[in-house]
Nanobody
């Protein structure tokens, strides 16, 4: 079994910062891509940032220069440092991991439970 636990969301004023974490535990053989997505009320889930196993990163245009994704492979954890937050960043943030549980099972996509980020103006 694989569990993903997110933390770090909350309420912050515009211009503030938050750091999200997503830790995977359980049966883990290998994790390739890791990423963060968000979903605002009434909108579709959208990509925020991704990071490959070789630490190549990709960001949505709306967060470039403000958000930083990183990973700790020893801890099976992905982070999202969010700075200069804006009200339009308000959403539920979900982590996503491409994870292979064992050597004999294929890699699958795993999602965290989501953490609310609210930015007040």
């Amino acid at each position: 079994q694989v569990q993903l636990v997110e933390s770090g969301g909350g309420l912050v004023q515009a211009g503030g910062s938050l750091r999200l974490s997503c830790a995977a535990s359980g049966s883990i053989f290998r994790i390739s891509d890791m990423g963060w997505y968000r979903q605002a009320p009434g909108k579709q889930r959208e990509l925020v940032a991704t990071i490959t196993s070789s630490s190549t990163t990709n960001y949505a245009d709306s967060v470039k220069g403000r958000f930083t994704i990183s990973r700790d492979n020893a801890e099976n954890t992905v982070y999202l440092q969010m700075s200069s937050l804006k009200p339009e960043d308000t959403a539920v943030y979900y982590c996503n991991l491409q994870l292979q549980p064992t050597t004999w099972r294929r890699s699958n996509s795993y999602w965290g439970q989501g953490t609310q980020v609210t930015v007040s103006s």
